[in-house]
T-cell receptor, first 115, second 115 residues
Framework: GAVVSQHPSRVICKSGTSVKIECRSL??????MFWYRQFPKQSLMLMAT?????????EQGVEKDKFLINHASLTLSTLTVTSAHPEDSSFYIC???????????FGPGTRLTVL | AQSVTQLGSHVSVSEGALVLLRCNYS??????LFWYVQYPNQGLQLLLK??????LVKGINGFEAEFKKSETSFHLTKPSAHMSDAAEYFC?????????????FGQGTELSVKP
């Protein structure tokens, strides 16, 4: 089956630092990846759509300079949380859309804690 | 605009009892509907999906859902709950075939299974 990985699975950082989260499709090519944010006991909120070779499309209210997205290849998208603050602490989940059939697969998530 | 409403943020059933998780959607175009399951600190796993054709959809782990256009509903059921079914369940809607487009998620329903 199609597998999407995220790295790291858990990260703790100090306020003001930047954190990079990787999302990889391990056995398929993905022209599009999606980044979601999930607060405890809440639903997933789409942050942005990442397209290979082009700029990401951000949802309303999401700061593009705060959450930098790079989709450098058909198997890798990265989300960088710049100058992180405690309110950025959350569970970040990516999904990848398989080029072959448009099927979408989710990664296991990254737990970010900003102290 | 599309939206999803899950009635009941928490549902508790006894082991062996019927599971019914409710989902209503709003969409101006024919919807594509999905149910996902999320275990603690993990990503999402697709249970089942409705795109076109048969309105009763069977998924993994004994779950099924019925698309009722007249009621704008896509409720999830399982005849007999198992302890391992305890998790968070999300209903989602998209307007693109399969899961190629953006997914709009409901608020989620936490299912507890009592021995």
């Amino acid at each position: 089956g199609a597998v999407v990985s995220q790295h790291p699975s858990r990260v703790i950082c100090k306020s003001g630092t930047s954190v990079k989260i990787e999302c990889r499709s391990l056995d398929f090519q993905a022209t599009t990846m999606f980044w979601y944010r999930q607060f405890p006991k809440q639903s997933l909120m789409l942050m942005a759509t990442s397209n290979e070779g082009s700029k990401a499309t951000y949802e309303q209210g999401v700061e593009k300079d705060k959450f930098l997205i790079n989709h450098a290849s058909l198997t890798l998208s990265t989300l960088t949380v710049t100058s992180a603050h405690p309110e950025d602490s959350s569970f970040y989940i990516c999904s990848a859309r398989r080029l072959l059939d448009n099927e979408q697969f989710f990664g296991p998530g990254t737990r970010l804690t900003v102290l | 605009a599309q939206s999803v409403t899950q009635l009941g943020s928490h549902v508790s059933v006894s082991e062996g009892a019927l599971v019914l998780l409710r989902c209503n959607y709003s969409s101006s175009v024919p919807p594509y509907l999905f149910w996902y399951v999320q275990y603690p600190n993990q990503g999402l796993q697709l249970l089942l999906k409705y795109t076109t054709g048969a309105t009763l959809v069977k998924g993994i782990n004994g779950f099924e859902a019925e698309f009722k256009k007249s009621e704008t509903s896509f409720h999830l059921t399982k005849p007999s709950a198992h302890m391992s079914d305890a998790a968070e369940y999300f209903c989602a809607v998209s307007h693109v075939y399969n899961q190629g487009g953006k997914l709009i998620f409901g608020q989620g329903t936490e299912l507890s299974v009592k021995p």
